[in-house]
């Protein structure tokens, strides 16, 4: 049998995969597209402000890259990553052993079960309302799913716990109590708990916190993961950029799987990661953007029906008209904006839409424009 007619036979993993959710939506771009006005399109969280010029710069001078670089990435890296956690995140004293760059948060988020070894016979829990790759990750290692927002409601002993704070898309954000249950579950079973904090630094009306931090963990890392990006915080979203820190035994075992795998952070990319995490300032500034164009939107969509809901941390608008959110997808759409709907993030029906502010200042203004004037 050719090789060809072989590959037919088998099993392919992707056909276990959900469609692709943005490819559902192609229809309503395609109007949007439209309108007189041109396309505003608030639905993916992809940054449109400049990456900041020291970072820029920082990647032009590492640019003579002809060494393999290291998958634990780079001394100074590990060094100001760490001092990033502790000084911004209130981690305890780690040790470099516990941190791991990654290929952008989203590779690790998809392939973590699989590090982990998890399988049929593992269970994952993740939230109600989430980013889909959570429950990719558990379907391409062939795990069982259950979906809760309540540590008391978790049925069995659960292998790999994900949180994710403040929350894609509904921009919940738990407070430390709420994190601390989590903590104190995943002790009690056992189980891995990885906290998905890559919009930390986007929190709006309440304190975003990590899981590492000492209010929560107690200053005791065992089991846990804080899974961080420099995607948004520092417009390094083309970079693939990422990095895990957490329980040493667990980010070990990562290293020792990733090596083999040469799953690596290009040299000039730890560089420019280094370079970003050491500068507040750029963090403030796009911060006070999102900020910005939140104060914008936010009247305009009130104005128009929507209630917003959640949305305290993040760089999304929770948003409902109080009906199907296909239909409401629709109803913007014929005004040229675009979201994303509820139901790439929940099982079954959703009546929520998420509302992006990744558009630049002036098509945040016409959008909200094309809200109030009903055009």
């Known amino acids: 049998m050719s090789s060809a007619l072989g590959w037919g036979t088998r099993r392919r993993v992707s056909a276990s995969l959900p469609t692709f959710p943005w490819d559902t939506i192609r229809a309503a771009k395609e109007r949007a597209a439209e309108h007189p006005g041109g396309l505003i399109d608030l639905s993916v969280g992809t940054p449109v402000d400049p990456t900041p ?19 634990w990435g780079t001394p100074a890296l590990r060094a100001a990553i760490l001092e990033h956690m502790t000084s911004r995140w209130g981690a305890p004293e780690l040790t470099e052993e516990s941190v791991l760059p990654v290929i952008g948060t989203k590779e690790l988020v998809a392939s973590l079960p699989s590090q982990l070894g998890l399988g049929p016979d593992s269970l994952i829990v993740i939230p109600e309302c989430a980013y889909p790759t959570y429950r990719v ?3 391409l290692c062939g ?28 921009g919940r954000v738990l407070s430390i109590d709420e994190m601390r249950a989590w903590v104190q579950l995943a002790r009690r079973t056992g189980a891995v708990l990885a906290s998905d904090e890559c919009y930390g630094e986007f929190s709006w009306q309440v304190e975003a916190v990590s899981v590492l931090d000492t209010r929560v963990s107690d200053g005791d890392i065992g089991g846990l993961l804080s899974c961080m ?3 948004k915080r520092s417009n390094m979203a083309g970079y693939r950029a990422g990095f895990v820190v957490g329980d040493p035994a667990l980010t070990s075992e990562l290293l020792a799987i990733r090596k083999h795998a040469g799953m690596m952070v290009p040299a000039p990319i730890a560089e420019a990661m ?12 796009q911060r006070e953007r999102y900020g ?11 104005g128009a029906g929507f209630r917003i809901d959640h949305s305290e941390g993040s760089i999304y608008l929770w948003a409902t008209r109080g009906q199907d959110c296909r239909e409401t ?17 929940v099982e079954g029906h959703s009546d929520h839409v998420r509302i992006g502010l990744t ?11 094309r809200l109030s004037s009903g055009n």
Not at 147 to 165: A, K, Q, Y
């Open 274 to 285: 280094r370079v970003a995490l050491g500068d507040a300032g750029q963090v403030a500034e």
């Open 53 to 71: 010029g020291p970072v820029r710069d920082a990647l032009a001078a590492a640019s003579d890259a002809h060494g393999y670089p290291q998958v």
């Open 137 to 139: 990750g558990a379907l």
């Open 229 to 231: 990006s420099m995607s």
């Open 329 to 345: 997808l629709d109803w913007l759409a014929e005004r040229g904006i675009l979201c994303s709907p509820g139901d790439f993030y």
């Open 143 to 170: 795990a069982r799913v259950q979906v809760t927002d309540d540590p008391d409601r978790v049925e069995g002993e659960p292998d790999l716990i994900w949180i994710n704070s403040p929350a894609n898309p509904s």
């Open 359 to 369: 558009a630049p200042d002036d098509r945040i203004v016409e959008a909200a424009r």
């Open 292 to 302: 910005r164009r939140r104060e914008v939107l936010m009247p305009a969509l009130a």
